[in-house]
């Protein structure tokens, strides 16, 4: 196992399992997205890249150093450093949709290959905690990046984005009103 300790968060309130993932790119997205809410990354070897690729770092740009970062040689290695985290598996196999669970603080949402997602021996293991994201049945899979996003983002919404920042300012100008239907921070304590 190898842990990089640099991020920003205050606190990890999710967890992003990316199992064996084969694009680089995808995986500085993912990097990215999960400095920017205060998620833990959990990379399942083998990889399909070296983690000092410069694509990791361009689409992690200058946010990698920041991300708090686990490497496992495989999921067993995962399961025996982790054995009470409560694991969804994000699959376009699964019978129930994203939306129609409850996710608690210090959640898993694992995410497969590009070019095969969760192993089904994985999948049927774990059949009460597997996930799609609903789409027409003409395509195969959305883009990894964009999965863990969707799944990560309804997860936070849930958990009332704890911890994260609400509220955006204009930099040279400011708003007027505060809408009506959308409290501010304070307003919603």
């Not at 890249?49 to 946010?63: A, P, V, W």
């Not at 983002?153 to 930099?171: D, I, K, S």
Request: hydrophobic share 35%; aromatic share 8%; glycine share 6%.
């Amino acid at each position: 196992m190898w842990k990089n300790d640099g991020g920003f968060c205050m606190g990890v309130m999710m967890h992003i399992i990316l199992h064996q993932p084969e694009i680089p790119a995808n995986t500085g997205n993912i990097g990215r997205t999960c400095v920017a809410t205060g998620t833990s990354l959990h990379l399942i070897e083998p990889l399909g890249f070296r983690l000092d690729e410069k694509s990791i770092k361009r689409s992690g740009m200058d946010y990698w150093e920041h991300l708090d970062v686990t490497r496992y040689m495989n999921y067993v290695e995962f399961k025996q450093m982790h054995p009470q985290a409560r694991i969804w598996m994000a699959t376009t196999k699964a019978r129930r949709v994203y939306t129609d669970v409850d996710f608690a603080p210090d959640d898993y949402i694992m995410f497969g290959k590009e070019s095969g997602g969760i192993p089904e021996e994985i999948l049927l293991e774990n059949e009460e905690t597997c996930i799609r994201i609903p789409m027409l049945d003409q395509i195969r899979s959305l883009n990894l990046s964009n999965s863990v996003a969707i799944v990560l983002y309804e997860a936070l919404r849930q958990n009332h984005f704890h911890g994260m920042q609400t509220e955006g300012e204009l930099h040279r100008l400011q708003w007027t009103n505060r809408h009506p239907l959308h409290p501010t921070s304070e307003e919603r304590r």
